[in-house]
């Protein structure tokens, strides 16, 4: 059965990593997934109620809720995205009738790799990558999604991959959204932390979120590492 | 490290400082990748954890709900059984409560097991000044005492000290040879200490909980030094949160399941004594009193969001799970009760005009959340305090009787930070805007002396490549594909 | 206004109207554990402690190795509690030794090497000992010296912490009002987290396991 799936770029993936959101699209392509995209999205508002600016926020995930709620399925390459959008009914709870709508469209909101694996039932899209892949538990993918075997299962399906666990465990990356740049050295504090699970042969760093790797790679960057940042939707459509 | 006083508000300096001290750092994380994988093996064998998180924070959730009638059932229980029930509604009464007690008795040597409580209130500091300050029983709180400094950690106040500074530490204050042998440092301890309860004339301690049915304290240890403080002396103050009571009895067995696994990863600790008022025929004090400390819980209480914060039960497992605790320890917070639980309870303590920082200080990575005994909610419980923060609201947001003046005031606003958010809003609200803003920002990152100029965009780049705004964002690249 | 009335007026203004979710049920003791079974792990879980668990036929024979074990370490001073078990204590205890009743001098309790007591009960679960002050006085026997003997006798063994918990009530209060918890020696982790036995109580347990303690 042919899914209908409206695709939510994110405002990272559509700005600065198109090509996260093209690998994206042509993942649930093979997936048997039809993929629309409404360009009248934008952002999930995060940022803002992050940082503790409910109505700013409000007005943007009013904004989402319109573009998504005629959706079958809305599916982002991002876990903290994704996550954002599960917290509306609690931005709204103190307005029933958004309350309402804010759910509909939470209860079918899915990161990637947990809509692929879980809802269909896929594991392996005929990816080949070789390469040793540590892979990075993005912190809201994994405790507030519960994503963390279904990665990992897509990621030993792909041939010629091998895929390590970081020595550092599910600690978190250090990025936290503006906590990064108000506490920039404690941010590179954790940050660095993180990367030294990093084992010599590894040749990929992988997540489901681009913000995280877009903190990872920032650092290793800068470092001079030979280590490449990868999302998981560019692995799993390499060929 | 010698620790001036710190406070949240300078919580971005404190960090700073304790980065950069090497010693620290590595001292922190060697013990909080210790604990946690303590807590994670004693958790491991225990099938129904999960259960039993659920049940102590039902339980937890139901005490609070009707904290009013469980109080007074504890009071009447306890002075039944022959304690004196006292209550502070801020930390000076209940400093007050216990320098009269000491001075009606003529108390001149009095020693302390571990509190927290007893730190919140800065009784040692208040008695001091009456020349009566207690001698710290715990061998942490004693190396910190010693060197004083306040606790960074709430299990293991000298965790950011290696066995070398202790060493010298002694070497310096008692005039010992030399050593960093935790075995010999303790055994001096030891010898000391006894001298201290052998003479003392009224011990002090915390209460880890308070069972309403029995009148009941329970406090919890290792090292014996709680149960010197409680049967040696005369008399026992005992100092207690309010939040600490517990209806029955038989509900100290799911705590006391939680409470040792969580914090040190122990299936109990050596040592727990319930008492259930003055015991002298069984070689105990002739008196125990039990002061009840409000100072600003009877506020959070009223606070239906906040409320869950007072389940807390002390254990530190949130402390060793944090990577900003693992990287900067407990004395960045400037306040009693660091890490995240301090993080969420002392701007409801001390309010959000002087500790409003903390709650952004958290990458909201939820680490603290999954391993709470109690099932606090960390997490949301941050980002509703950011939301009052910014809002200008108080915390917490009813104000009470019982409350202590300070918590009143608001947050300081920030307009400039506001506007910036109101013009994010505005632009990303609208797709038409959105992207009018991100083809400027495009023009922009051609100058990059310009996106210098941006605070946040130098503040990345201090430590990392900033990535790129690509050419043509998906959306036309989308359209360009004519699908 | 007292604060007293300040405080639970403010609560009780504060919880005005508060939904109160309900109280769980208490918990269901688990069923009791066999007596071998009982006896096996309570030996484990001390012996991890650092603990040293010993099984002894009767009361004779229990009073008849504590005396042993204090010539043995050389014990000068001993403090002993008042436990029907050792009631027959005196006639093993070596000539040159003090024996020190719970009510003797502070200072001289102080100055005991070796504590001797009894426990109400014995928790297999956790290896723990439960002192309770209403049926001995054995605070500070059980607590000053550096060695801490116990003797304990099997029926008085529990199978769980819950178990306990039921056992430690008696008509809705605990059954004394001082009831301690000994799990193994006490110990510390306070310098580096590194272990250190014996920093302030005991630096050793030994239990006697008394078989029939008729």
């Not at chain 2, 320098?99 to 730190?119: C, I, N, P, Y």
């Not at chain 2, 997490?379 to 923060?389: D, M, T, V």
């Not at chain 3, 002050?133 to 801490?148: F, T």
Request: aromatic share 6%.
């Amino acid at each position: 059965m042919t899914r209908s799936v409206a695709l939510f770029a994110t405002c990272l993936g559509d700005q600065l990593w198109p090509e996260v959101v093209e690998a994206t699209v042509a993942v649930l392509e093979r997936a048997g997934c039809r993929v629309t995209f409404d360009p009248a999205q934008t952002c999930c508002a995060q940022p803002a109620f992050n940082s503790g600016y409910h109505d700013e926020a409000k007005a943007v995930a009013r904004a989402f809720v319109e573009v998504f709620e005629r959706a079958d399925a809305v599916v982002a390459p991002s876990g903290s995205c994704t996550a954002m959008v599960h917290r509306y009914p609690e931005l709204f709870r103190d307005e029933p009738d958004w309350r309402a709508r804010a759910e509909a469209v939470a209860h079918k909101a899915f990161e990637l790799s947990a809509f692929l694996v879980r809802e269909l039932g896929v594991v392996d899209l005929g990816a080949r990558l070789s390469a040793r892949v540590a892979w990075h538990d993005a912190c809201h993918a994994l405790r507030e999604l519960g994503v963390h075997d279904e990665p990992r299962r897509l990621l030993r399906a792909v041939a010629g991959l091998e895929l390590v666990e970081l020595r550092t465990g599910e600690s978190c990356c250090g990025f936290g959204g503006t906590f990064a740049v108000k506490f920039p050295e404690l941010s590179t504090a954790m940050l660095d932390h993180k990367l030294s699970g990093l084992d010599d042969r590894v040749d990929v760093l992988s997540a489901v979120d681009s913000s995280c790797l877009m903190q990872m790679r920032g650092r290793l960057q800068r470092q001079g590492s030979r280590v490449r940042a990868m999302h998981l939707a560019e692995i799993l459509a390499s060929r | 490290m010698r620790v001036s006083p710190l406070t949240p508000e300078t919580f971005a300096d404190n960090a700073r400082a304790a980065l950069a001290d090497a010693t620290l750092t590595g001292a922190l994380r060697r013990a909080t990748d210790t604990f946690a994988e303590r807590r994670a093996a004693a958790i491991g064998a225990v099938p129904d954890w999960q259960e039993l998180r659920t049940r102590a924070a039902a339980i937890k959730a139901h005490t609070l709900a009707r904290l009013d009638a469980y109080l007074e059932e504890f009071t009447a229980n306890a002075t039944k059984a022959g304690a004196t029930v006292h209550w502070a509604r801020d930390a000076a009464e209940a400093c007050a409560i216990v320098r009269d007690l000491a001075q009606a008795r003529g108390s001149k040597r009095l020693v302390k097991s571990k509190s927290m409580a007893t730190e919140e209130i800065h009784l040692n500091a208040a008695l001091a000044q009456d020349g009566r300050e207690p001698v710290e029983t715990d061998l942490g709180e004693w190396i910190i005492q010693l060197a004083g400094e306040t606790p960074s950690h709430i299990i293991v106040p000298a965790i950011h000290k290696t066995k070398e500074q202790i060493g010298a530490l002694f070497v310096d204050k008692l005039g010992i040879p030399p050593s960093s042998d935790p075995q010999l440092l303790a055994a001096e301890a030891r010898t000391r200490l006894r001298a201290h309860f052998a003479a003392a004339d009224l011990g002090i301690s915390g209460v880890n909980f308070g069972v309403a049915e029995t009148g009941t304290i329970l406090v919890l240890e290792n090292e014996g030094n709680a149960r010197m403080t409680t049967t040696l002396p005369a008399v026992h103050v005992a100092v207690m949160g309010i939040e600490k009571v517990i209806p029955r009895f038989g509900d100290l067995e799911t705590f006391l399941r939680l409470l040792p696994r969580s914090g040190t990863g122990q299936h109990l600790t050596t040592y727990q004594s319930m008492l259930t008022g003055p015991d002298p025929m069984g070689q105990g004090p002739r008196e125990l009193h039990i002061v009840l400390l409000d100072n600003g819980r009877s506020r959070i209480v009223a606070d239906e969001l906040m409320r869950q914060t007072l389940a807390c039960i002390r254990c530190g497992a949130c402390l060793n799970a944090c990577p900003v605790y693992q990287s900067i320890g407990g004395h960045a917070y400037g306040s009693v009760y660091p890490g995240p639980i301090g993080a969420i309870l002392t701007p409801q303590l001390q309010g959000l005009h002087s500790a409003g920082t903390l709650p952004f200080a958290s990458s909201l990575c939820g680490a603290c959340k999954d391993v709470c005994p109690v099932k606090i909610d960390i997490p949301s419980l941050l980002l509703e305090l950011r939301r009052r923060a910014v809002a200008g609201e108080q915390v917490p947001a009813a104000p009470s009787r019982g409350a202590a003046p300070t918590t009143s005031k608001p947050a300081r606003r920030k307009p400039l930070e506001a506007l910036g958010w109101r013009v994010w809003s505005w632009v990303t609200r609208s797709p038409a805007r959105f992207r009018l803003a991100t083809a400027f920002a495009r023009l922009g990152q051609k100058l990059p002396f310009a996106m210098r100029l941006f605070g946040p965009m130098r503040a990345w780049q201090s430590s990392r490549e900033a990535p790129k705004l690509a050419a043509r964002p998906f959306r036309d690249r989308w359209r360009g594909d004519a699908r | 206004m007292n604060a007293r009335a300040a405080i639970l007026g403010a609560v009780r203004d504060g919880l005005r109207g508060a939904s109160v979710p309900p109280l769980p049920p208490p918990v269901e003791p688990p069923a009791p554990l066999a007596v071998a079974e009982r006896i096996a792990r309570f030996t484990a879980v001390q012996q991890k402690l650092g603990g040293v668990v010993e099984a002894v036929a009767d009361r004779r024979a229990a009073c008849a190795r504590v005396g042993l074990l204090l010539a043995q370490k050389g014990a000068a001073v001993v403090a002993a509690s008042d436990a029907p078990l050792l009631a027959g204590l005196g006639d093993y205890v070596p000539a040159d030794v003090a024996l020190l009743p719970p009510d003797a001098p502070r200072e001289r309790l102080l100055q005991a090497d070796i504590g001797v007591t009894g426990a109400q009960w014995g928790i297999a679960e956790t290896g723990t000992l439960v002192l309770a002050s209403a049926d001995e006085r054995h605070r500070l026997a059980s607590l000053l010296p550096a060695l801490h003997v116990v003797v304990l006798p099997v029926r008085a063994l529990l199978g769980t912490l819950g178990e306990a918990f039921a056992a430690l009530q008696r008509d809705g209060a605990p059954a004394a009002r001082t009831i301690t918890f000994v799990s193994g020696p006490s110990r510390t982790a306070d310098i580096e987290l590194t272990l250190v036995v014996g920093v302030h109580g005991p630096k050793a347990l030994h239990v006697l396991l008394v078989r029939d303690d008729g």
